[in-house]
């Protein structure tokens, strides 16, 4: 195998690599949009309490799905324009600590609403 072909095969596993990681944003954001529906549909009929807080953490995580399947997409452009530059393309930092924090806020979210409206 000359250098040629490793070079092509390195660019092409990296841009499968990348195609993966995108489907992954899409089933990460698919996911939260089924939490959202478990959270502000399915959860509101099994308490006694109010609906609106189920409905606020459903809309939460409805909206957090959406972002990660928008970004998901802007970020694989952003790593193929990189590629086709033959440059490598972070994270970056604010990204990823805007994603954890939402999350981590859901989450908190979500483990007031299973401890306060325990039947």
């Known amino acids: 195998m000359d250098a ?3 070079v092509r095969d390195a660019t092409r596993r990296t841009r499968l690599a990348n195609e993966r990681t995108y489907l992954a ?6 996911t939260a949009l089924a939490v ?10 099994l308490s006694h309490g109010p ?3 189920f409905e606020v953490v459903g809309i939460a995580f409805a909206v957090v799905g959406i972002v990660f ?4 997409y802007v970020r694989h452009r952003e790593v193929e ?3 086709d530059r033959g ?6 930092d604010g990204a990823a600590f805007a ?19 325990t039947t």
């Open 4 to 6: 040629d072909t490793g």
């Open 25 to 30: 944003w899409w089933r990460t954001g698919l």
């Open 36 to 45: 959202s529906f478990a959270a502000g549909r399915l959860l509101p009929e």
């Open 51 to 53: 609906n609106w807080p």
């Open 69 to 72: 399947m928008t970004y998901g």
């Open 81 to 83: 324009a990189a590629l």
């Open 87 to 92: 440059e490598y393309e972070r994270l970056p």
């Open 99 to 117: 994603l954890a924090a939402i999350g981590g806020l859901l989450g908190v979210a979500t483990v007031l609403l299973v401890v306060l409206h």
